[in-house]
């Protein structure tokens, strides 16, 4: 049994700080402990909806599909700002899965069919309600539909990288690919061949 059994957490109010691009907002709320004593506690919280990635793996070439573009998060904490990622993409009301396939078409170029749904994972449950789910998919690398780059209307300028696998975990060893949800998949990637 968690010792949280007890706890209770009620909303005394929830303000809109900024609904610009996503939705940033204040919740204040009373917060009972596991040791009975309540607080009034006060956090932001950042929603922007919750998302998909994707690993796409060739068995035949051991090489995977990542897409390389620019984040301004990244480049305010230090880094150059493009970052080497798996295909991803908000749900925009869609099924997980067929928001995925859609990402994927739009960023790669590449048209995939069945998907395997791997594991949900909050990124950053501190400030973002943002739930991602996480698939893999076979390709045949070799044979693209498209050219992919992403979506113009969304001013998306994106490069579509192919990489062996084992390079993408000597990449995430020195940093070269420093995305947490690129990591996971990558990770589990190898776990699978071994």
Avoid at 20 to 45: I, M, P, Q
Wanted: proline share 3%; aromatic share 8%; net charge negative.
């Amino acid at each position: 049994m968690t010792k949280f059994r007890d706890a209770k957490i009620e909303v005394v109010s929830d303000e809109t700080l900024s609904d610009n691009w996503y939705h940033l907002r204040k919740v204040t709320f009373d917060y009972t402990g596991s040791d009975g004593h309540t607080a009034r506690l006060e956090r932001e919280v950042y929603d922007r909806g919750n998302g998909a990635t994707i690993l796409l793996h060739d068995p035949k070439r051991d090489t995977i599909i990542l897409v390389r573009q620019f984040r301004m998060p990244a480049f305010q904490n230090g880094h150059s700002g493009w970052l080497l990622e798996t295909p991803a993409g908000l749900l925009d009301g869609d099924h997980p899965a067929d928001a995925i396939r859609r990402e994927v078409t739009e960023e790669t170029g590449y048209r995939i069919g069945e998907v395997k749904s791997l594991f949900r994972a909050f990124m950053s449950p501190g400030a973002v309600t943002e739930l991602v789910h996480f698939f893999a998919a076979e390709i045949d690398a070799s044979v693209r539909e498209g050219n992919g780059g992403g979506a113009d209307h969304e001013h998306e300028d994106i490069e579509v990288v192919e990489l062996a696998l084992d390079e993408a975990a000597r990449m995430i060893e020195t940093g070269e690919i420093c995305d947490g949800k690129t990591i996971m998949l990558v990770q589990w990637a190898l776990a699978r061949r071994r």
